[in-house]
């Protein structure tokens, strides 16, 4: 005897709702588990964005501090230069009171020539001066030997005096320069640490950024893959 048309469709359709069906718990533990993704989901987008803007601020405080060490560079390219010029100036007046020196030295080192004879002259044969009122300049060669020697000599010391001077002044630019290059070199120093501290940063939020996307896409897929699952309520 074979079975009715009627009841073989009837248990086809039931074997089908078997199918397509799934029991109220576990479409209830589905559900839920949906729920929790989308606020991990909401979460981790909110983490992102903060990271986002974290990343941002960091690249703007890099771009700042390359523009406030390029603009220091500047200045203290300017400065070294402007120190280097004084330097060489304070060098080429020592060298020429140098040379001054040794020339007044040489000169009164050389053999003086002999002296003429002088000529007694009677004073009653020399006409007689005039008052002119006015006191007659001294020429160094009309001055006495001893008074032309201790005038040499306070040149010579005052010109000595001088040399010592500028050759403090030059140590002191050479010590300027010094510590300008240190100042420059410390600076150096504290933008390579901070680049260095920037690239490690940038590297971890890179790698925190792809893990959440990584989750991200994950829970995407598995959402979409339960939702296939889920029957539509009738």
């Known amino acids: ?22 029991s109220k718990e576990e479409f209830q533990e589905i559900e839920k588990k949906l729920v929790d993704e989308k ?17 941002q601020f960091a690249l703007g405080e890099v771009e ?7 603009k220091e560079k500047l200045a203290f390219e300017k400065a070294l230069s402007s120190v280097k010029n004084k330097v060489l100036q304070e060098s080429s ?77 030059l140590n002191g630019k050479e010590n300027e320069i010094k510590e300008l290059q240190q100042v420059i070199s410390q600076q ?11 690239q490690i940063q940038k590297q971890q939020e890179s790698y925190m950024a792809q893990v959440l996307d990584r989750k991200h896409k994950k829970a995407s897929g598995t959402r979409r893959a339960r939702s296939r699952q889920c029957p539509r309520e009738k």
């Open 1 to 22: 005897m074979h079975p009715s048309p009627f009841l073989s469709r009837a248990l086809l359709q039931m074997v089908l709702q078997d199918e397509n069906f799934v």
């Open 39 to 55: 606020a991990a989901h909401a979460k981790t987008k909110a983490l992102l964005a903060k990271e986002e803007e974290k990343l």
């Open 64 to 70: 700042v501090l390359s523009k406030q060490l390029e």
């Open 93 to 169: 007046k020592k060298d020429q009171l140098i040379t001054k020196c040794n020339g007044r030295r040489e000169a009164r080192a050389a053999p003086q020539p002999r002296a003429c004879a002088k000529i007694r002259v009677l004073p009653q044969l020399l006409p007689p001066a005039e008052d002119t009122g006015k006191s007659r300049r001294v020429t160094p060669s009309k001055m006495p030997s001893g008074t032309r020697q201790a005038t040499e000599m306070t040149d010579e010391i005052e010109i000595e005096s001088h040399i010592i001077k500028q050759e403090d002044i």
């Open 188 to 198: 150096k120093r504290i933008f390579r640490n901070h680049m260095s501290d920037f």
